[in-house]
Nanobody, 124 residues
Framework: QVQLVESGGGLVQAGGSLRLSCAAS????????MAWFHQAPGKERELLAA????????YYADSVKGRFTISTDNAKNTVSLQLNSLKPEDTAVYYC?????????????????WGQGTQVTVSS
């Protein structure tokens, strides 16, 4: 099995930055795609960014392009999301997800492994 644990959420003012980290443990050798989703109250879970284990492919939602950066440290089995120029509409619970498929899917269904989520709140 695989366990994912997020950290780094918090309260920040608009225009500020946060760095989220996700530590993977367990059978991590076969995790090929890592992703960050967020979910605001009353809304669907939305893919923000994803990266393949080799780092060869990345995806960013239009809403975060140029502001968020996803990266991996395979030696430490971590995936991070740098959040810059934060906006109040970025307020949500942020989830780390992983799959054993070397394809970036933009919907939550194909990701079998999820962290517990970390709250990001951006004040105006």
């Amino acid at each position: 099995q695989v366990q994912l644990v997020e950290s780094g959420g918090g309260l920040v003012q608009a225009g500020g930055s946060l760095r989220l980290s996700c530590a993977a443990s367990g059978r991590t050798f076969s995790l090929y795609t890592m992703a960050w989703f967020h979910q605001a109250p009353g809304k669907e879970r939305e893919l923000l960014a994803a990266i393949t284990r080799s780092g060869g492919s990345t995806y960013y939602a239009d809403s975060v392009k140029g502001r968020f950066t996803i990266s991996t440290d395979n030696a430490k089995n971590t995936v991070s999301l740098q959040l810059n120029s934060l906006k109040p509409e970025d307020t949500a619970v942020y989830y780390c997800a992983a799959s054993r498929i070397l394809t970036i899917f933009t919907t939550p269904g194909p990701y079998p492994y999820w962290g517990q989520g970390t709250q990001v709140t951006v004040s105006s």
